[in-house]
């Protein structure tokens, strides 16, 4: 038992340990390494029916090009006024309306786009126009120029995500405004998929960091995952995934970032599963029961979940049910960190 007057001579002792910039490593060890991780974000899902209409306000009160980015960022509760989804994660949802433009920048935080609702808007990246239609999955790879258009007759909206956190953390962050609000564009929509979406690479062609791809659409991305639900057989923690890939690496399309699409046959229920990596989910097709950490939640088409580090999951889909996800894992392979439980 440690009596009142050592507790007194130890806060003494603490006290002036502060006075010179000093800590005892013992008060803090515990929660300096944990016996497990402890993420501070918690489960959480976004309804995009309730969010649009904040969107479409959004719209009304401030352009495109006054906010350079028009967009309602997805915080989660436990980490309010952090602009964070998970713990290591950003993402939000952007508006562009019709004619509008996001002026054109560029920044070390790597970024995908999932298109949500409309046609019609594109993406620049680096002098190449990219369309975008619901489902395709668009990147914009660190210290590319890019900026954001729209000749649509209505709304376009889409999510990002990026590595903001993680960058953050780091204390690495540059930006940089483009001298015009628009690229010129040089180069013709679908020049990047002739050049690395065919399987073949030049000899002078070296490993890039992301992906030299801009867009995966989503109607060969919906093929895929139909060809391999017919042929293989489904992962009873996963279902039916596809990763979205660098074809100069084989590695993920973002070197912070993993993206891919999962399709769970109605019915399908998966095994619980964890990982150290925290991750979102946006539903695409049919509808999905989340069961996160002892959470129910259920998502319609256009929900995006929350889900944190070490958090055990089962899906249970109805009807047909096809999602998007993306996480943190790369850093943790790349640090030698991520695990996953499989029960």
């Known amino acids: 038992m440690t009596s009142s007057s050592q507790l007194s001579e130890r806060e003494s002792y603490y006290s002036e340990l502060g006075n010179h910039s000093l800590a005892p490593l013992w008060a803090s060890l515990a929660r300096l390494v944990p016996p497990s991780p402890q ?28 906010a350079e980015r028009r967009v309602l960022v997805l915080e989660n509760p436990s980490l309010s006024g952090q602009s964070r989804i998970t713990d290591t994660l950003y993402a939000g949802l952007q508006l562009i309306l019709p004619g509008e433009v996001a002026p054109a920048h560029r920044h070390v935080q790597s970024a995908l786009r999932f298109a949500i609702e409309g046609e019609g808007a594109y ?56 001298e015009h609000a628009s690229q010129i564009a040089h180069r013709s929509e679908g020049e990047a998929r002739l050049r690395f979406g065919s399987g073949m690479l030049r000899p002078s062609d070296k490993p890039t ?48 970032i993993s993206a891919g699409m999962r399709l769970l046959p109605d019915g399908f229920k998966t095994s619980p599963y964890r990982s150290t ?8 097709e049919g509808s999905l029961r989340a069961t996160v950490a002892d959470k129910e939640i259920t998502l319609s088409p256009k929900d995006v979940l929350a889900i944190p580090a070490w958090a055990s999951v089962t899906l249970e889909a109805s009807g047909e049910t096809v999602l998007f996800n993306f996480s943190d894992a790369p850093v943790h392979q790349k640090l030698g960190l991520w695990r996953e439980e499989r029960s």
């Open 39 to 66: 993420p501070s974000a918690q489960a959480f899902a976004w309804k995009y029916a309730e969010i649009r209409q904040h969107l479409l306000t959004a719209g009304n009160l401030i352009t495109a090009e006054e």
């Open 123 to 178: 993406t620049a990246v680096n002098g190449e126009r990219v369309s975008m239609s619901p489902g395709d999955f668009i990147i914009t790879p660190a210290w590319t120029w890019h900026d954001h258009g729209s000749e649509s007759s209505g709304p376009v909206v889409w999510l990002d995500g990026l590595d903001v956190p993680f960058i953050d953390f780091l204390k690495a962050g540059f930006r940089e405004q483009y």
């Open 209 to 256: 960091n992301s992906s030299p791809l801009f867009k995966y659409p989503y109607d060969q991305t919906k093929a895929a995952l139909a060809l391999i639900s017919k042929t293989e057989e489904i992962d009873a923690h996963r279902g039916f995934e596809i990763r979205y890939i660098n074809p100069t690496t084989g590695g993920d399309a973002l070197p912070t």
């Open 277 to 284: 990596d925290g991750s979102v989910i946006v539903l695409v």
